[in-house]
């Protein structure tokens, strides 16, 4: 997770995203200092005084998981990474190939997928999965390479992607999808969507 992506949380945070029980997918690696948290935080609303900016740099330095520790921050009670093997220390573990079990299904007020549906063969699947694991009125935001991103993973995806496989027809609305280069100098599509509906249609 780079400053860019940290910094499109705290505005999902600030427009009123509820983090609640969050997965993520893979355990996210962090390339941003506690301080420059500390002052998306601010940014987002989330601290207000410095005694609280304090008390949130002194949480995130001495944190193993800084990325969770950002969640936190940012409101999330519950922090979970999903992975197909332990190797990263996962709490959930599942090959995205294939459908998750019924016990995940709505489980999550947010999924954050910092790189891992470009790698997922059975990318269909992938996507369906993200959808289904979420409550309704949960939220999914993608951290993903956009078109001409190559050499990296299996895809690369189009805008036109993500307003089709997440629309109302499929019970998600796109609240938010921004293109752009990321300071780390990867070229990524960010999506904040809105999942209005229990069940999305299977596509």
């Not at 549906?117 to 993200?130: D, G, K, M, Q, S």
Request: include cysteine.
């Amino acid at each position: 997770m780079t400053i860019e992506s940290c910094r499109f949380l705290g505005e999902a945070c600030r427009a009123g995203a509820t983090f609640g029980r969050v997965l993520t997918l893979g355990r996210q690696s962090l390339w941003v200092s506690p301080e420059r948290l500390v002052e998306l935080a601010r940014e987002a609303g989330v601290i207000t005084d410095t005694a609280r900016a304090t008390k949130a740099l002194n949480v995130l330095v001495n944190s193993e998981r800084r990325f969770e520790a950002y969640l936190r921050l940012l409101g999330a009670t519950e922090v979970l990474a999903l992975d197909a093997s332990p190797y990263e220390g996962a709490e959930v573990i599942h090959d995205l190939n294939h459908p998750v079990p019924p016990a995940l299904v709505g489980q999550f007020d947010l999924l954050v997928d910092g790189g891992t549906l470009e790698h997922v063969f059975h990318f269909p699947n992938a996507i369906a999965n993200c959808m289904r694991m979420l409550r309704t009125g949960g939220r999914l935001m993608l951290f993903t390479p956009g078109n001409n991103y190559l050499g990296h993973g299996f895809y690369q995806f189009s805008p036109e992607l993500f307003f089709r496989v997440l629309s109302p027809e499929n019970g998600f609305q796109v609240e938010r999808l921004h293109a752009m280069v990321d300071t780390a100098g990867f070229s990524r599509l960010f999506g904040c969507l809105l999942y209005t509906s229990p069940s999305p249609r299977d596509s």
